[in-house]
T-cell receptor, first 115, second 112 residues
Framework: DSGVTQTPKHLITATGQRVTLRCSPR?????VYWYQQSLDQGLQFLIQ???????AKGNILERFSAQQFPDLHSELNLSSLELGDSALYFC??????????????FGEGSRLTVL | GQQLNQSPQSMFIQEGEDVSMNCTSS?????WLWYKQDPGEGPVLLIA?????ELTSNGRLTAQFGITRKDSFLNISASIPSDVGIYFC????????????FGKGTLLTVNP
């Protein structure tokens, strides 16, 4: 158990819909990362937040947005969903200020299926 | 997009055999990491490498940070069935955001 909690574990929805994925980082971790994992693209970095502020952005579509709340949990919002958005979405956390570089702790992921 | 080339894509071996996989990049990374993902789980860190030329072991796992900082390899000795999973290399360029770039993974199957 990494200590990172993601909900929901599975989600099935239709094209054009909007979903929200939720992540609670490990206790004390200030940094949250979102990754998308698909069969053909592997693990793709989407976005990072540190203590409520956006820190880095990857290949995140304009239809996607995220935020980190004062209690440090994070939400990833996916809108106008397309079939190609079907993937595993991982949240990871790290202490950032005290942890070693690269020590990201991943949740179990949210599997999104768009029909 | 992906900038790390990881090979092989998959391996099917007999229990007890040694395994080697590697990762190359066209650009330099300051940190190399190896993660393992079990079915239905998120990736878990196995080994982290912080200096060019560094060789680090974690039990039956050994990884090296290439001298050019553009490659890394992971060896698993005397494989066992629980080694089954997907192994990912990841690189970090440095700076404060700790963003990782991942390879596409090596799927390892161990035949008992």
């Amino acid at each position: 158990d990494s200590g990172v909690t993601q909900t929901p574990k599975h989600l099935i929805t239709a094209t054009g819909q909007r979903v929200t994925l939720r992540c609670s980082p490990r206790s004390g971790d200030l940094s949250v990362y979102w990754y998308q994992q698909s069969l053909d693209q592997g693990l793709q970095f989407l976005i990072q937040y540190y203590n409520g502020e956006e820190r880095a952005k990857g290949n995140i579509l304009e239809r996607f947005s995220a935020q980190q709340f004062p209690d440090l949990h994070s939400e990833l919002n996916l809108s106008s969903l397309e079939l190609g958005d079907s993937a595993l979405y991982f949240c990871a956390s790290s202490p950032l200020s005290s942890g070693l570089p690269g020590e990201l702790f991943f949740g179990e992921g949210s599997r999104l299926t768009v029909l | 997009g992906q900038q790390l080339n990881q090979s092989p894509q998959s391996m099917f071996i007999q229990e007890g055999e040694d395994v080697s996989m590697n990762c190359t990049s066209s650009s330099i990374f300051n940190t190399w990491l190896w993660y393992k993902q079990d079915p239905g789980e998120g990736p878990v860190l196995l080994i982290a490498l912080y200096k060019a030329g560094e060789l680090t072991s974690n039990g039956r796992l050994t990884a090296q940070f290439g001298i050019t900082r553009k490659d890394s390899f992971l060896n698993i000795s005397a494989s066992i069935p629980s080694d089954v999973g997907i192994y990912f290399c990841a690189g970090q360029r440095g700076g404060s955001n700790y963003k990782l770039t991942f390879g596409k993974g090596t799927l390892l199957t161990v035949n008992p």
